[in-house]
């Protein structure tokens, strides 16, 4: 089974900043099924990125994801007041889906 | 507009059974592959189960597997979690999520049901 460690665990940044979250897996694994969601306190995940790097419906531009092989990276160019929360990382492999256990982003 | 709609969530003792329901609209459903995922109270997200479109394809995650059973009724646009056995770290709140098609993603998640397993 696949693991997926996100880091860091909280990101303290203020408004404007760049955001830059990282995923690694356990394993090479492809990145066609890695995907990035946002959860805000109360409120079901969001699909941000699938396919490591393609934006679902909807999403701002500010929102980028790269990667492969075992390293994957979630950016957010400019920090809106609305994008405080907390991402998770997903992949998909063998039948199973995994999740990271998430990176918090916090205003400072 | 996609929806998912949960319910059948609640307190519920340790050993005992409920039965989750996700009621779908807004897409078509019986084109589309549906998850479980729970969410532990102040944890992570947990992949449980999913099930393919005609309900012959189905998958578990390790935690759950021989206590929970997935089934889908496409003329009622619904998907189900019958949960048995049920115990404290069985506690959480479940999201019905939409298969992103090849994707290997959710992209619609609906909004939730908590399930509470104590005595």
């Known amino acids: 089974e696949v693991v997926l460690t996100q880091s860091p665990g909280t990101l303290s940044l203020s408004p404007g900043e760049r955001a830059t979250l990282s995923c690694r897996a356990s394993q090479s694994v492809t990145s066609n099924y890695i995907a990035w969601y946002q959860q805000k306190l109360g409120q079901a995940p969001r699909l941000l990125i699938y396919?490591?790097?393609s934006r679902a419906t909807g999403i701002p531009d500010r929102f980028s994801g790269s990667g492969s092989g075992t390293d994957f990276t979630l950016t957010i160019s400019r920090l809106e007041p609305e994008d405080f929360a907390v991402y998770y990382c997903?992949?998909?492999?063998?039948?199973?889906?995994?999740f990271g256990q998430g990176t918090k982003v916090e205003i400072k | 507009e996609v929806q998912l709609v949960e319910s059948g969530g609640g307190l519920v003792q340790p050993g005992g059974s409920l039965r989750l329901a996700c009621a779908a609209s807004g897409f078509t459903f019986s084109n589309s592959g549906m998850s479980w995922v729970r969410q532990a109270p102040g944890k992570g997200l947990e992949w449980v189960s999913y099930?393919?479109?005609?309900?012959?394809?189905?998958y578990y995650s390790d935690s759950v597997r021989g206590r929970i059973t997935i089934s889908r009724d496409n003329a009622k646009e619904s998907v189900y979690l019958q949960m048995n056995s049920l115990r404290a770290e069985d506690t959480a709140v479940y999201y019905c999520?939409?298969?992103?098609?090849?994707?290997?993603?959710?992209?619609?998640w609906g909004q939730g049901t908590l399930v509470t397993v104590s005595s």
């Open positions: 099930i393919g479109t005609s309900s012959t394809t189905t």
């Open positions: 997903q992949h998909y492999g063998n039948s199973r889906w995994t």
């Open positions: 999520a939409k298969y992103y098609s090849g994707m290997g993603s959710f992209d619609y």
């Open positions: 396919g490591a790097s």
